[in-house]
């Protein structure tokens, strides 16, 4: 199912709104393109995918402005796990990414809010806000959202990956760079999880705990933080750091600290522990 619908005006209009249901057959994609505003409020259901070959959902406004947001508010499921995978990829030029309903698919997870804008401003809401449950069985999930006066990245909701990495990026220049809350559990089951983040008023901000790997699988996480006036990167009581390999934080800051860890903190298999702050 491809649709592409584009106004004479890129912007902030009514671009592709999709309001009922939406069922795919085993294989089929979903691609939606348009240089304005994208909104989803009914429910996607994606059928056992057996064809051989990967499938994947796109929503993409990245021809639009940093108005032209993506709004995902029906729930995205895979009905029954296939031979192959079944993916989605969110995209938009600085343009608000969000969802607020449960996402559970086999494949990768990819939202940027980046694509093509360069050096330019992205919007002053949050780039990336995410409150509801984002679930891959195989795939990789990664989290690529800016902010002029918010969040680069905002979870109220549980990032997990079966089989994958999961990797954040965010950067504002009126906020955090990655903010989680208390109920945004980050868990890489068998892989490694990695969080990038700058922000005027702090660059990772952790109210949750991160898992990466288990068993015999040693997988590392990965913190770095750049906050100007706020901490590099905090991480609260509630927001353990578990990792069967390394865990490495970084953490810089002009105007306070570079690292402020109130959780635990630990590796443990096999791997070191190396907080470096500034």
Same mark, same amino acid.
């Given at each position: 199912l491809s649709v592409t619908a584009n106004n004479t005006a890129a912007g902030a209009n009514s671009g592709i709104r999709a309001l009922g249901a939406i069922s795919l057959a085993s294989g089929s994609g979903l691609s939606f393109v348009t240089n304005n505003l994208i909104t989803v409020t009914g429910a996607i259901s994606v059928a056992a995918n057996n064809t051989g070959s990967s499938a994947n959902l796109v929503f993409d406004t990245s021809t639009g402005t940093n108005a032209s947001s993506v709004s995902l508010n029906g729930a995205i499921t895979t009905v029954a796990v296939g031979t192959s995978q079944s993916g989605l990829r969110v995209l938009t030029k600085g343009a608000p990414i969000s969802t607020t309903a449960g996402i559970s698919l086999t494949g990768l997870i990819d939202f940027n809010n980046t694509v093509g804008l360069g050096v330019g401003v992205a919007n002053a809401a949050d780039g990336i806000s995410l409150s509801g449950v984002l679930t891959s069985t195989s795939g990789d999930i990664t989290l690529i959202g800016r902010s002029s006066g918010a969040q680069g990245i905002s979870l109220s909701g549980v990032l997990t990956s079966a089989s994958g990495d999961i990797t954040l990026v965010g950067k504002s220049t009126g906020a955090q760079g990655i903010l989680t809350t208390g109920a945004s559990l980050i868990t890489a089951t068998t892989?490694?999880?990695?969080?990038?983040?700058?922000?005027?008023?702090?660059? *990772?901000?952790? #109210?949750?705990?991160?898992?990466?790997?288990?068993?015999?699988? #040693?997988?590392?996480?990965? #913190? *770095? =933080?750049?906050?100007?006036?706020?901490?590099? *990167?905090?991480?609260?009581?509630?927001?353990?750091?578990?990792?069967? =390999?390394? #865990?490495? *934080?970084? =953490?810089?800051?002009?105007?306070?600290? =570079?690292?402020e860890l109130g959780g635990g903190v630990r590796s443990t298999l096999t791997g070191d522990v190396v907080l470096s702050g500034q």
């Open positions: 892989g490694n999880i990695s969080l990038t983040g700058s922000g005027t008023s702090g660059g *990772v901000n952790l #109210l949750a705990a991160l898992s990466a790997g288990s068993g015999t699988k #040693l997988r590392a996480i990965t #913190l *770095v =933080g750049n906050g100007t006036s706020g901490i590099g *990167v905090t991480a609260s009581t509630a927001a353990s750091l578990t990792a069967t =390999g390394s #865990l490495t *934080v970084t =953490g810089f800051s002009t105007g306070s600290r =570079g690292i």
